[in-house]
């Protein structure tokens, strides 16, 4: 691939919108994951992040707006979305995963010595499909009640690393609202 200017790809998008968009991408996809990895600390999140603003760029037609300073702008979107992806991330806290009461009566209502059973084997079986290092920091933070630098520290990773994990185990334990429901109930139980 060519490399091109900012000020000849916007002018290229002017006549060739796809020439100019792949040419775009090639040209700038790699640094700026490198510099959302900066910031996030998760490649594969900077990688989402990444993506999501190329497919932005194309489908609104950003393209359009940008006179030319591709680069300055690129990079200035990246670090937004970085910063609301750390900022999200960063609200995973005790909010997210304590029951109100009306949450324990929805649980407790018709769970029998069998239900509970039966949810106790999907929750076993919820908790091994999850990745190992998820699991560990689920296991960590939630079961064992230790703290984020402690887990962190275990595991050999960083506190941002942890946070990441712990999100995304929440996220697919959330799926299925009536299994984190009775996993947090449970939980209580011991």
Known sequence: MEYMSDRDLVG???????????????????????????????FSES???VQSFFVAFWE?????SITDNLKGYSYLCIRNASLKFIEKRSKLCAEDIILNDDDYLYVCEGLDENG??????????????????????????VIEDKTYKEVAQELNISVNSLKTYLARAMKKLRKNDKLLLTTLFLMNLR
């Open 12 to 42: 290229l998008f002017g006549t060739d919108r796809e020439k100019a968009f792949k040419l775009f991408f090639h040209q700038y996809y790699t640094s700026l994951c490198m510099y959302a990895v900066q910031i996030t600390d998760d």
């Open 47 to 49: 990688e989402d992040i």
């Open 60 to 64: 609104k037609k950003l393209y359009q």
């Open 116 to 141: 509970r059973e039966q949810k106790e084997k999907e929750l076993e079986n919820a908790l091994n499909a999850l990745p190992e290092q998820e699991r560990k920091a689920l296991y960590g933070v």
